[in-house]
């Protein structure tokens, strides 16, 4: 059973940082590319930014690049989105998702953790 | 800018059929898009329906299609349930990344 669990949300100040953590399980993590996606409070998801399988080719939609960056490590089958210079604007619900292969889609969606930014 | 238009919201009797449409604000929508639909009920995260235009991910049940109508995507759910009273939404893949729709509220009553 495919398995993602996304960590690391946090209320943060204006201009702070987090590291979001998706822990992966139940596929063959290296083989597949994966994606952050983003939805705030009573809104739709948001694309943020996609990492290839072996992490040499990164994504991000214009709203983050600059300030945020995905990358993973294979050998914990983990996912990481570092996010910085946090705008209030940022606050949502985090969702790492497994692309499906060859399909230019969504596969399955972890639960989402919560970043909050607030002064 | 790449704007994916949804209608807002929808009603649709228990039953009935109900046909949620994803369109491009310039040009039209073609299966080189990727078309996917997904489906969102409140406090959950995202399930996703359809993929590749018109193909059922695992355990979809078959009263839901995609299709391409025209200049757009279309989802249609034939047979409506109760329990499809939620969110959905579609996504285009643009080339640069993907890019989600407003979204559709449905309503089953």
């Known amino acids: 059973e495919v398995q993602l669990v996304e960590s690391g949300g946090a209320l943060v100040q204006p201009g702070g940082s987090l590291r979001l953590s998706c822990s992966a399980s139940?596929?063959?993590?290296?083989?597949?590319?994966m994606h952050w996606v983003r939805q705030a409070p009573g809104k739709g998801p948001e694309y943020i930014s996609t990492?290839?399988?072996?992490?040499?080719?990164?994504l991000y939609a214009d709203s983050v690049r600059g300030r945020f960056t995905i990358f993973r490590d294979n050998s914990k089958n983990t996912l990481f989105l570092q996010v910085s210079s946090l705008r209030p604007e940022d606050t949502a619900m985090y969702y790492c998702?497994?692309?499906?292969?060859?399909?230019?889609?969504?596969?399955?969606w972890g639960q989402g953790t919560l970043v909050t930014v607030s002064s | 800018q790449t704007v994916v238009t949804q209608e807002p919201s929808f009603s649709v009797s228990p039953g009935g059929t109900v046909t949620i449409t994803c369109g491009l604000s310039s040009g039209s929508v073609s299966a080189n898009s990727h078309p996917s639909w997904y489906q969102q009920t409140p406090g959950q995260a995202p399930r996703t329906l359809i993929y590749n235009t018109n193909t059922r991910s695992s355990g979809v049940p078959d009263r839901f299609s995609g299709s391409i109508l025209g200049s757009k995507a279309a989802l249609t759910i034939t047979g409506a349930q109760a329990d499809d009273e939620c969110d959905y939404y579609c996504v285009l893949f643009v080339g640069s990344g993907w890019v989600f729709g407003g979204g559709t509220k449905l309503t089953v009553l």
């Open positions: 990492i290839s399988s072996n992490g040499d080719t990164t």
């Open positions: 139940g596929f063959t993590f290296n083989n597949y590319f």
């Open positions: 998702v497994k692309d499906r292969s060859g399909t230019w889609s969504f596969d399955y």
